[in-house]
């Protein structure tokens, strides 16, 4: 009988344990820091030394008087003043809070600046989500080599995240309102400023929220998207439908185009991975959109700790209604005047091209904010190592819903000098919906036919 | 104005926003046919398919830098950042091919990344002459 080196054994076990992906979900023990040392989804509850960063003391302590649901967000925080403006001129001050890719633009864009606010930490969390996260922590688990979960409810799968792979399904499965439709415009200005509105009009459910939500049914989809063109009218009536799945590798995103000027509807098996996006002038690709979405199979993602950022956050004033989109887009980057950057924790991700995988990035890097989950920063490494794209997620926070959002995402290309606005919906009056709900059947393909009527 | 007049400019208007013209006012990018290869979606396509998708793409943004060339670079081109972009596409398949053993694929990573050396050094991408090197890289390397 042949005896296995014991060596040889263990050194298999630990490779399988690795490449299998194998993920601790954390001891009860661990999960008990939610909610005491930890916030509910697992920021830290205190904030930084100096307080810069403030402790997070349960989320905004009051909506604004005379907000009413439906009708424009009041900003909270309209009244702080400007702490300090980076610039390129004294950037070299801040190094230590910026990240790369925002180092990048301000060497690139002499114009481009980053107004720094007093930071605030609004995010609260309702009692349904803190029992199903604190639930999440104990028993979800990576499957397929990271590329699935199992044991997870809808949201934050992994509030103590402990690699960079579980911090990017945080992401990727953050609480966005259940469901949601709106419409907002988007622009790829050329570099002189001048720009197009192309409207979309998108619906958005996750599976855990349809109306006729059946728990086996379907269950390798974790949510539903429908985004149709309105205008201008050259490009208006094309719609694209997407169910994606949980494991995109055992069964790849689903997707379909409905193409108005045939009238029909194709799948559409390209929409994932660096395709260029929808109308995008080839300025972002597929899984760009929502700073990333999809499979995460082609990069090795480590978790690099985290950071003490300037980052976009509250930006209420890039969704003022008495602004135009001309006032937002101006030449080479959107208007500064109506960022606002805080100083926050964000967890730092990598991701870098496996061996033997394919993408135009061959790294790219996320900045997670610890309140919320979702990436408001990520910079993109060309095949020769240089920071080719950078991206930036505006969000605010929807305080009578409990999500925060993105109100204006911008992808800034530095080789082409050329940029990607999306979000905007100052010159709309329709409001962003989280109350309707939608069943299966409004996300099946014939359903595309009837939502690319012009 | 007279019926005829009006008649004429209602065909026209429906003509104009017909269903049936939506796509030909798209103007799609200039390397789209890339993606329609049967490998594009294959996690490991053989290296001589990953080279022939690489040089569709690097073939594009020679197409695309010598019609801007004719158009003098209008600044309301997409073609500064297609060109970018089919270079930056066409970099990803060849690193890929060699990863799988294309010699071939060298010479063609190499000039791509000397263009894209380019196209970041004269930022704004200005005046970038045109390519012409797809024929280079086959003489150098048959």
């Known amino acids: 009988m042949k005896i296995i080196n014991p060596l040889f054994a263990i050194s298999a076990v630990i490779l399988l344990l690795f490449t299998t992906g194998a993920s601790a979900k954390v001891t009860p023990e661990e999960a008990a820091r939610l909610g005491k040392d930890l916030t509910p989804i ?117 509030p103590i995240a402990q690699n960079g792979l579980e911090a990017l399904w945080n992401h990727i499965r953050r609480y966005r309102g259940g469901s949601l439709n709106r419409t907002y415009v988007h622009a790829t200005p050329t570099k002189s400023g001048k720009f197009t509105p192309i409207t979309f009009y998108e619906e958005f459910s996750e599976r855990a929220s349809l109306k006729d939500f059946a728990k086996n049914k379907d269950d390798n989809v974790m949510l539903y998207f429908k985004q149709a063109v309105k205008s201008p009218a050259r490009l208006a009536g094309n ?59 082609r990069y090795d993602w480590k978790l690099e700790g985290k950071k003490e950022l300037y980052v976009p956050y509250n930006s209420y004033k890039l969704d003022d209604k008495s602004l135009t989109y001309k006032d937002i887009i101006k030449p080479l980057h959107i208007n500064t005047q109506y960022s606002r950057y805080e100083l926050h924790r964000v967890y730092k991700v990598i ?37 080719w794209r950078v991206a930036e997620g505006h969000n605010k926070y929807f305080y009578d819903i409990g999500t925060a959002l993105p109100t204006v995402s911008a992808y800034y290309d530095l080789l082409s000098g050329r940029y990607l606005v999306t979000g905007l919906a100052n010159e709309i009056k329709t409001k962003f919906d989280f109350d309707r709900k939608f069943s299966t059947k409004d996300f099946s393909p014939s359903a595309l036919r009837r939502s690319g009527k012009r | 104005m ?93 690193r890929l091919a060699i990863q799988k053993g294309s010699t071939v694929a060298i010479t063609f990573l190499h000039h791509t990344e000397l263009y894209l050396l380019e196209a970041q050094q004269k930022h704004p991408l200005q005046n970038l002459r045109p390519l012409s090197i797809s024929k280079d890289a086959h003489a150098t390397t048959h």
């Not at chain 1, 307080?51 to 009708?71: S, V, Y």
């Not at chain 1, 394919?358 to 904010?369: A, G, P, S, T, W």
Request: hydrophobic share 35%; net charge negative; proline share 6%.
């Open chain 1, 42 to 158: 697992g920021g830290e509850k205190s904030g930084n030394a100096d307080k810069t960063i403030p402790d997070w003391t349960g989320g905004l302590e009051k909506i604004p008087a005379g907000f009413q649901r439906g009708q424009p967000y009041i900003d909270p925080f309209a009244d702080d003043p400007i702490l300090f403006t980076i610039d390129q001129s004294n950037m070299d001050q801040y190094l230590d809070h910026l990240s790369l890719g925002q180092q990048a633009l301000l060497k690139t864009y002499s114009s481009f600046s980053m107004p720094v606010y007093k930071s605030h930490r609004p995010v609260g969390y309702s009692d349904e989500l803190i029992k199903l996260v604190n639930k999440n922590a104990i028993s979800a688990e990576l499957v397929q080599n990271g590329n699935g979960l199992k044991n997870s409810g809808a949201n934050y799968p992994f």
């Open chain 1, 239 to 297: 719609v694209l439908l997407v169910h994606d799945t949980i494991d995109q590798v055992k069964e790849p995103r689903r997707a379909w185009i409905y193409n108005a000027g045939q009238r029909r509807v194709r799948r559409a098996p390209q929409v994932s991975y660096d395709s260029p996006g929808t109308a995008s002038d080839a300025l972002i690709t597929a899984d760009n959109f929502d700073m990333y979405n999809g499979a995460p199979d």
């Open chain 1, 351 to 387: 991701g870098t091209l496996k061996q033997g995988k394919r993408h135009i990035y061959q790294k790219r890097v996320h900045y997670i904010d610890e309140d919320t989950w979702a990436i408001l920063g990520s910079d993109f490494y060309d095949g020769k190592g240089n920071i």
């Open chain 2, 2 to 94: 007279s019926i005829r007049c009006i008649a004429r400019l209602s065909i026209l208007i429906f003509f104009f926003c017909s269903n049936l013209f939506a796509d030909t006012f798209r103007i799609p990018a200039s390397y789209d046919h890339c993606f329609l290869s049967p490998y594009y979606k294959d996690d490991s396509p053989p290296h001589e398919a990953a080279l022939a998708i690489g040089e569709c793409f690097y073939l594009a943004a020679e197409n695309i830098l010598l019609d801007d060339y004719e158009n003098e670079q209008d600044e309301a081109s997409p073609g500064t950042t297609n060109i970018v972009s089919a270079l930056q596409y066409a970099d990803s398949w060849f």
